[in-house]
């Protein structure tokens, strides 16, 4: 892990005790037009954990979440300062394409969306449009990545079948699948529950667990018990700025901020 | 006070479902009526001719042999070669104007002019195409004709009035229908499956070609169809580039003629058992142009079902 000589000292983000960062974002501004959406972010998200990004609607989380695997590039008028660092590079450097990041970085949508193919297709579409061709190696790609989203007992015999057959939390872990047959070093996850039953919502918080040994997971909920779940550390944003960030069992306990407090506490939000 | 009103409104109700009901009774009688008369007129040929009509390639009127091949051939051959000139540019049109490689406003000025190609009447079309095509299509044909006379498709004397004239108006013609109905179900793929596909390191042509056009695949066999159908049934642009010859040949350059332009040439001269044959032909049209939109709907409904839950 290199380490870099940040423009400035971390202002709001405490050190993440335990693991060390694989993310770090520095100074960041985000602006949609002429609306700026985040203001000066400084976070370090560590490896191998779960972090949870939590506030408000329109607080510039799920932004921020975007921002990770240049999502937000796809949007007119979007533009950033200041920088994110992944694994000590900085997404935005020229040598690195932005399709290498985002296989890097896999997403999971908060609404599932498979793709009109079947089972397989959708989970070896990563590794296709990679160039891999050999069948063995797909196959393989396609066990373990539907074993690890904890659905290959379910379609291991119906994989020829069209995906959009599945339930709605079982197209939630095949969209997991897909992103991780990748093998990404970080895995997005935008509200990925919130289209789901609880028990489908269990089954994927069981999962994020689970995948939390081998990626690392950032979290966007609006569900705040969720939060608690599954993140080891959280962020609170609030109109586009990180009002706090710490272990989540702090955060929820003994917040520093005023603000923090009131969300938590359901005084607004 | 309530109760009233109520009941002047279930009035009211009842005054509109007579009036769409007499709406629906009307269209399906009017068909029926028009199907009718076609059959009726058609009689005395079918009990005549039977099924030799179908399969006769003579149409000699005065010496009373009607052999209907050569126009169904015609027919399948003018828009096939329609379908295959106007899928390839009318879906990459469409592709086009669904994304964003343009701004909004010039991509909707190139919908707007590939929409009004729809609005010109076929006399137009035909028109243009006796005096621009038909033109071209000679000295092509003569061209290719003298290079690859063996090849049956290019062999013997080139017309301009020929197969391929008549399709390459034609593909003009469906091409708007192409495009319109392709760009529509384009633009209604969810913007989730573009984040989708660019999420797992796809570039644009790969979201587009792997995972956008299979999710608009029902909308664009919907637009082929429908297409399809519009060539096989258009008259007047066809009979008035196509040469309108019986006889049948391999080659494109050659006079051909379709069951539409059949009807069109004939019809106003026709006399005795030949206005019962030009009714019959009429009814193989129709069976057609309904094979077109039965087997379209069904592929329509298959894939749908494929695709379903995806909206």
Redesign the interface.
């Known amino acids: 892990m290199t380490t870099d000589a940040a423009p400035t000292e971390a202002v709001t983000a405490p050190p993440a005790p335990g693991a060390p960062d694989i993310i770090r974002v520095r100074d960041f501004n985000f602006f949609y037009g002429a609306n700026q959406v985040l203001k000066g972010i400084n976070l370090d998200i560590p490896e191998k954990r779960v972090t949870g990004f939590i506030g408000p609607s329109g607080c510039g989380k799920s932004t921020l979440l975007r921002s990770f695997n240049r999502m937000n590039d796809l949007i007119d008028g979007a533009r950033h300062t200041g920088d994110i660092r992944l694994a000590g590079r900085s997404i935005y450097s020229a040598d690195l394409e932005v399709i290498a990041l985002r296989r890097l970085v896999g997403m999971v949508f908060q609404k599932s969306n498979p793709f009109a193919k079947t089972i397989y297709e959708n989970v070896v579409y990563g590794l296709r449009i990679a160039g891999v061709r050999d069948r063995d190696t797909l196959d393989e790609a396609v066990e373990r990545s539907l074993r690890g989203a904890a659905l290959w007992n379910e379609v291991k015999d119906r994989l020829n079948d069209s995906a959009l057959g599945l339930s709605g939390g079982q197209m939630q872990r095949l969209c997991i699948a897909r992103a991780i047959a990748n093998r990404p070093k970080i895995l997005l996850m935008d509200e990925p529950c919130s289209a789901l039953d609880p028990i489908a919502t269990m089954r994927i918080e069981e999962l994020i667990g689970e995948l939390k040994s081998e990626y690392t997971i950032v979290l966007v909920t609006h569900n705040m018990q969720q939060a608690t779940r599954c993140s080891d550390f959280t962020a609170f944003f609030y109109l586009g700025d990180l009002v706090e960030f710490g272990k989540t069992n702090v955060l929820f306990t003994n917040p520093t901020e005023k603000r923090t407090e009131d969300y938590i506490t359901g005084r607004f939000g | 006070m309530s109760a009233p009103s109520v009941l002047r409104s279930a009035a009211r109700l009842d005054c509109f479902q007579v009036l769409c009901a007499a709406a629906c009774v009307l269209v399906v009688g009017v068909l029926a009526l028009i199907f009718w008369e076609i059959l009726h007129g058609a009689w005395p040929a079918m009990k005549k001719l039977g099924t030799g009509f179908l399969t006769g390639t003579d149409w000699v009127p005065h010496r009373g042999r009607f052999g209907v091949l050569p126009f169904i051939i015609g027919t399948i051959a003018t828009s096939l070669i329609a379908l295959l000139l106007a899928f390839p540019p009318g879906l990459a049109i469409a592709i086009f104007l669904s994304e ?1 490689f343009l701004p909004r406003p010039v991509r909707q000025l190139v919908r707007f002019v590939v929409e009004l190609l729809a609005a010109i009447p076929s006399v137009v079309y035909g028109l243009w195409g006796i005096f621009v095509v038909v033109p071209m299509v000679q000295t092509a044909g003569t061209w290719a004709s003298e290079r690859f006379g063996e090849v049956p498709l290019f062999a013997g004397p080139a017309y301009g009035n020929s197969l391929i004239a008549a399709g390459l108006v034609l593909a003009l013609m469906i091409l708007p229908t192409i495009t319109a109905i392709a760009r529509s179900s384009l633009v209604a793929v ?1 913007h ?12 644009r042509w ?1 979201a587009i070609f ?2 956008i056009l ?2 608009a ?1 029902p909308g664009v066999v919907a637009a082929t169809i429908l297409a399809l159908g519009r060539a096989m049934g258009e008259t007047m642009a066809v009979a008035m580039l196509i040469g309108n010859s019986s006889r049948l040949s391999w080659s494109l350059f050659a006079p051909s003629g379709t069951l539409a332009s059949l009807l069109a040439n004939q019809f106003g001269e026709a006399e005795g058992l030949q206005i019962s044959a030009l009714l019959y032909a009429s009814l193989v049209l129709i069976a057609f142009t309904l094979a077109v939109n039965a087997a379209g709907e069904l592929v329509l409904r298959y894939t749908e079902r ?5 909206r």
Not at chain 2, 192 to 203: I, K, M, N, S
Not at chain 2, 306 to 310: D, E, S
């Open positions: 964003d969810p989730a499956l573009r984040e989708g596909a660019y999420a797992l390191g796809a570039t790969e792997g995972v299979p999710a695949a494929r695709t379903a839950g995806l």
